[in-house]
């Protein structure tokens, strides 16, 4: 059973000591070649999530360089330098309002930034799954809403029955005649990203997608991305799905800066005390810096 | 204080037409307990809380609050008093509070007065010092900036009519945690808060004396934080003592030893929490 596939894996992971969770996440950047297997992959494929790989991702992910974006008369962010590496899992962390989902637009050309450079390498796809889930419609059944009546659908380069595709987003059977107006807020949230995913992307940039899930949904969207063969951006609040997939924490730190840190969100946590000292215990109210 | 801040005995809950989203639940709660509560959507998980917090009536079996437990609840859509401003529906959590200094004020003027009744005044007076001692109320100003920065409250005199959903939650949440109950019902408190938040949170549950029962998927709130988890399975309650580590061992074993499909897990009766007696 997968589910329990899954469960064996996060009790491993429970089991593990703090080193030995940053070594694990690590490795995943030295056994890129082995995520990109077909075997690997095949074995993969039962998982209660499984996200459909894109192309083969090269060397050059993503490099970001001395980004600033302002909105009306307040600074967003500034200086903002970061570099992907291929098959890394990048954790967004941050308050509410500091410019996390501005960063994905940025990303996706859908907003211009007010100085610095964006890099996309030329074998990167990206797939975007944004934070509205508004755009689902209500009418349609989630069979429906992913495959628009087809049987057989296209993910990136090859074809797949779409119920086959759609259950691998945890829609058993009767599920996926569910109408979406009738979901709840986690299903809806899978729906969003089964529907998105169709694209087959090899950078996945991920806003908020842990909201809503219960853990069962959590610990298969983990799994999902661990055997994900790309790179993924993922903006998230939940400290343990951080912990168990981030190769790299990106985080907009209270005073305005942003950080790129190499390790997961407690390994990042360690590392931000040694730097602000007792007062980094507590979050402060989101002060906007303004422009003069 | 009693033995059991709650009990449940067999409690029910059936919705039109006739699913039965909670079934012959019997629980006793002991003060102190750090409870988190987990399940499916659509277990019946906020159900089991509207019910322990007073506001659904509509069930079947008994259910008892202990006399003189104060309840504060967080519901998933709390609401605000569009009347008031960002700090002014954080300060009704220390109304108490608020009153006694205030009526402590109007007594030192009362003292002045030509006709004044010194032995009533002192009477009132030590009763209102009471209370400022017991709810710290000379720090109001520290605990309400505490809160605000914690979990990042929009700016003190924002219209509450204008906030994100997001934001009243927070609001609402700072209301609740300042006013002190001896049981708190949270209905995802993790929602729209950012990780340092979370972090904060967990910290201060950990260290409430009160009861605690929060439906949350927040894993680290319920591996640090939680004495107990409460799994809702098809309408009935099931209770391991034990945190989020101990239940996922517990759930592998379940799950080993293959119930077979469609067998629903039995009923329990259960005392849930470590006492503080």
Redesign the interface.
């Given at each position: 059973?997968s589910?329990?596939k899954a469960?064996?894996a996060?009790?491993e992971w429970?089991r593990s000591n703090p080193k030995g969770r940053q070594a694990k996440n690590k490795a995943r950047l030295q056994r890129f070649d082995e995520l990109n297997s077909q075997e690997f992959q095949s074995r993969n494929e039962t998982n209660e999530i499984y996200i459909p790989p894109g192309a083969r991702l090269g060397d050059k992910v993503i490099e970001v360089a001395g980004l600033r974006k302002t909105f009306g008369d307040r600074l967003l962010f500034d200086e903002v330098n970061f570099v992907v590496p291929k098959g890394s899992i990048v954790g967004i962390?941050?308050?509410?309002g500091m410019g996390k989902s501005t960063l994905f637009r940025i990303l996706m050309d859908l907003e211009t930034p007010d100085g610095g450079n964006v890099v996309v390498g030329d074998t990167v796809e990206l797939g975007y799954v944004d934070q509205s889930r508004d755009d689902l419609d209500g009418s349609k059944t989630v069979w429906e809403e992913v495959s628009d009546g087809l049987d057989i659908i296209r993910i990136g380069s090859y074809e797949v029955a779409s119920r086959s595709y759609v259950g691998r987003f945890n829609f058993k059977g009767s599920d996926q005649q569910k109408f979406v107006k009738d979901l709840?807020?986690?299903?809806r949230n899978r729906l969003h990203l089964a529907k998105l995913l169709k694209q087959g992307a090899n950078v996945l940039l991920l806003d908020e997608p842990t909201?809503?899930?219960?853990?069962?949904t959590?610990r298969a969207l983990e799994e999902a991305l661990l055997a994900f063969p790309g790179s993924a951006l993922v903006i998230?609040?939940?400290?343990?799905f951080?912990d168990r997939i981030a190769t790299h924490i990106l985080a907009y730190e209270d005073d305005g800066s942003v950080v790129f840190h190499e390790g997961n969100?407690t390994d990042y946590?360690v590392d931000r005390r040694q730097r602000q000292g007792a007062d980094a215990?507590?979050?402060?109210?989101?002060k906007h810096r303004r422009l003069k | 204080m009693a033995q059991y801040v709650y009990t449940m005995n067999r409690v029910g809950k059936i919705v039109p037409p006739k699913k039965e989203i909670l079934k012959d639940i019997s629980l006793s709660f002991f003060p102190g307990a750090k409870i988190g509560v987990l399940g499916l959507n659509g277990s019946g998980k906020s159900t089991l809380l509207k019910i322990m917090a007073g506001i659904d009536n509509e069930f079947n079996g008994d259910a008892k609050l202990a006399d003189g437990i104060k309840v504060g609840y967080l519901a998933q859509e709390p609401q605000l008093n569009p009347e008031k401003d960002v700090r002014g529906n954080v300060e009704e959590g220390l109304q108490e509070a608020i009153d006694a200094l205030a009526g402590l004020e109007k007594i030192y003027a009362d003292y002045a007065e030509p006709d004044a009744d010194f032995d009533a005044l002192a009477k009132e007076q030590a009763k209102l010092e009471d209370i400022i001692q017991a709810k710290d109320a000379h720090n109001l100003e520290t605990r309400l900036d505490i809160a605000a920065n914690a979990l990042r409250l929009p700016p003190w005199d924002a219209d509450v009519g204008t906030l994100s959903g997001g934001e009243q939650r927070r609001v609402a949440l700072a209301r609740l945690l300042l006013s002190e109950p001896d049981m708190l019902l949270l209905d995802e408190p993790t929602n729209h808060l950012d990780a340092e938040s979370v972090a904060w949170l967990e910290h201060f549950l950990e260290d409430f004396s009160g009861t605690v029962v929060a439906i949350t998927h927040d894993r680290y709130f319920l591996d640090n934080a939680a004495g107990w988890i409460l799994e809702l399975d098809r309408g009935r309650g099931i209770p391991y003592e034990g945190n989020y580590s101990v239940w996922l061992e517990a759930k592998e074993k379940r799950l080993e030893q293959e119930l077979p499909q469609g067998v629903e897990p039995k009923g329990h009766q259960g005392r849930i929490g470590v006492g503080q007696v």
């Open positions: 059973m589910n329990q469960i064996k996060e009790l429970v962390i941050g308050a509410n709840s807020g986690g299903e909201n809503d899930l219960d853990v069962e959590l998230s609040h939940d400290r343990w951080l969100y946590e215990a507590v979050p402060s109210r989101v | -």
